[in-house]
């Protein structure tokens, strides 16, 4: 099991350069894949998804690539700004008909420096 | 933009009583959680509701936690005799089908004495 007070990865970069956050997800049978952003005293925010038929899509100045041979996903933040700082979470939906429960990561805090 | 609202933000309880934590989904969804946050851990599912009843619980959702949508706007998450582990953000989301984005609301810092 998790031990209580999880420590978080950090990953602290300078405002402007490009970041990048990594998550092992867990299960194989996963489908579906999220990424969260949650600032604090905030609820999740909906950041970017991907679905398992794809390895990369792009948003606004985001872009997640899915690499399901080895259950990796990334998150990666271009010409990043103080107000991104914030723990990212992914997280994962497993496939075959479950109405939902989300399986969220460890998360990683980002630190923007100005 | 259309978003999840909670309320209360913080609810104080002693260890016993019954709380009732309230949230307001995205007015055109149809399906609904509950998550909850222990301080500095991982966000964990604990139900999702849909038709007017639980489609899914986590094991964390045991027979003091009830859920219901008591009218055609609110989704509530009723814990009856609250215990000091209780203590929790919890989150409450929406989605407009099963395999769409939960948008989540601001939370409920529940803080049990």
């Known amino acids: 099991g998790e031990s209580v007070g999880l420590h978080l990865p950090t990953l602290s970069v300078q405002e402007g350069d490009n970041s990048i956050i990594n998550c092992a997800y867990s299960?194989?049978?996963?489908?579906?894949f999220i990424w969260y952003k949650q600032e604090s005293g905030k609820g999740p925010q909906f950041i970017i998804d991907?679905?398992?038929?794809?390895d990369k899509r792009q948003g606004q100045r985001v872009t997640v690539l899915l690499n399901k041979t080895v259950k990796h996903l990334s998150l990666q933040i271009a010409a990043t700004q103080p107000g991104d700082s914030a723990v990212y979470f992914c997280?994962?939906?497993?496939?075959?008909?479950?109405?939902?429960?989300?399986?969220f990561g460890k998360g990683t805090k980002l630190s923007v420096k100005p | 933009e259309p978003e999840v609202t909670q309320t209360p933000s913080h609810q104080v309880t002693q260890m016993g009583q019954e709380v009732i934590l309230r949230c307001v989904p995205i007015s055109n969804h149809l399906y609904f959680y509950w998550y909850r946050q222990i301080l500095g851990q991982k966000v964990e599912f604990l139900v999702s509701?849909?038709?007017?009843?639980?489609?899914?619980k986590s094991e964390i959702f045991d027979d003091q936690f009830s859920v219901e949508r008591p009218d055609g706007s609110n989704f509530t998450l009723k814990i009856r005799s609250t215990k000091l582990e209780d203590s929790a953000m919890y989150f409450c989301a929406s989605a407009a089908a099963s395999r769409d984005t939960q948008y989540f609301g601001p939370g409920t810092r529940l803080t049990v004495l």
């Open positions: 299960n194989s049978a996963s489908d579906y």
């Open positions: 997280a994962e939906k497993v496939s075959g008909g479950s109405q939902g429960n989300l399986i």
């Open positions: 991907i679905r398992s038929n794809m």
């Open positions: 509701f849909y038709n007017n009843e639980i489609s899914e």
